[in-house]
């Protein structure tokens, strides 16, 4: 009677080990089913949600990326237009020296030239100077908070941040593009063409002056003006130039980081996702199987000993 005992003893921990086993499968394909995918936690398929887990943290990624470099073409394409003013500036200018340049101007009428030019002037120190949609000064460099040049009190204008270092903001693992241009590179700093370099603001400064007090030597120097301005706008048009191809860079990097998107969420899709058809039929399965354990329960406990004599 002992070893009976012991044995529909073990009968019933294997079918209660059974019993659970079935009921916790069957629980967690509802939960599938539920939340519509393979893995309700890792241990589903570890293997699978070590993958998941990393196309995951790619996606984040790639999203911050996509992020930085739409705060960087915003404020590229600020630059680009408050270039377009600056070398509109510098046009004028040009225009007025080689009006200032025709022999029947008398002292007057460059006087009224001398007027606009200064006027220009203080719209070029106000282009260096203007502020970009996060508030930081464009031209800055890496002190951006700082505004690049300031007028002093007798009317002439000074670097105030000369800093020629370009701030980068990541846009892609490992790629970093330049986020803006400096104030010494577009004014401060251009090539004469012989091996040294100008401050066009001085040189603005200058043809005032010379128009306000011209001498004989007018037309030499209005030469030297319109050489200068025709330089400070080869420069505006060379970092004009370097911000579009930034622009078309970074418009190719967001393709391919869309692109990655796209494919790590079909991949996502395709290891995660629940397939429904092959969820109901194991679901079918193992209701079917936690029934015959159910009725094995039953079974087992309507015998008796009796029912062996």
């Known amino acids: 009677m002992n070893e009976f005992r012991i044995s529909t003893g073990q009968v019933f921990d294997n079918i209660r080990d059974r019993l659970q086993e079935t009921t916790g499968d069957l629980n967690r394909t509802w939960d599938h089913i539920a939340e519509g995918t393979r893995l309700s936690q890792p241990a589903d398929d570890p293997l699978t949600a070590v993958r998941l887990q990393g196309i995951s943290r790619e996606q984040v990624a790639d999203s911050r990326y996509l992020e930085n470099s739409a705060s960087l073409d915003a404020?590229?394409?600020?630059?680009?237009?408050?270039?377009?003013?600056?070398?509109?500036?510098?046009?004028?200018?040009?225009?007025?020296?080689?009006?200032?340049?025709?022999?029947?101007?008398?002292?007057?009428?460059?006087?009224?030239?001398?007027?606009?030019v200064q006027g220009l002037t203080d719209g070029v120190a106000s282009v260096i100077n203007t502020r970009g949609p996060d508030?930081?000064?464009?031209?800055?460099?890496?002190?951006?908070?700082?505004?690049?040049?300031l007028q002093k009190t007798d009317g002439s204008w000074v670097v105030n941040n000369d800093d020629p270092g370009q701030r980068q903001v990541t846009i892609a693992q490992g790629w970093q593009m330049l986020a803006n241009d400096t104030a010494v590179a577009l004014c401060f700093r251009i090539e004469d063409g012989q091996g040294g370099s100008f401050n066009l603001l001085d040189a603005l400064g200058n043809l005032h002056n010379l128009l306000l007090a011209p001498d004989e030597t007018i037309n030499e120097q209005l030469n030297q003006s319109l050489l200068?301005?025709?330089?400070?706008?080869?420069?505006?048009?060379?970092?004009?130039?370097?911000?579009?191809?930034?622009?078309?860079?970074?418009?190719?990097?967001?393709?391919?980081?869309?692109?990655?998107?796209?494919?790590?969420?079909?991949?996502?899709?395709?290891?995660?996702?629940?397939?429904?058809?092959?969820?109901?039929?194991?679901?079918?399965?193992?209701?079917?199987a936690l029934e015959a354990t159910r009725k094995s329960v039953v079974q087992l406990a309507g015998l008796s000993l009796f029912d062996y004599l």
């Open 75 to 116: 404020l590229l394409a600020r630059e680009d237009n408050t270039l377009t003013a600056y070398g509109a500036l510098l046009q004028r200018c040009r225009e007025l020296v080689l009006q200032a340049a025709n022999g029947a101007m008398d002292p007057a009428s460059l006087q009224a030239i001398a007027g606009e």
């Open 135 to 149: 508030g930081r000064y464009l031209f800055g460099g890496f002190r951006d908070d700082q505004a690049p040049v």
């Open 228 to 288: 200068a301005i025709d330089q400070g706008l080869n420069q505006v048009f060379r970092v004009q130039t370097d911000v579009g191809t930034r622009q078309h860079i970074m418009a190719i990097s967001n393709e391919s980081l869309d692109q990655r998107q796209l494919y790590a969420e079909q991949l996502a899709g395709e290891l995660g996702d629940l397939d429904y058809a092959a969820a109901m039929t194991q679901l079918n399965r193992e209701m079917t």
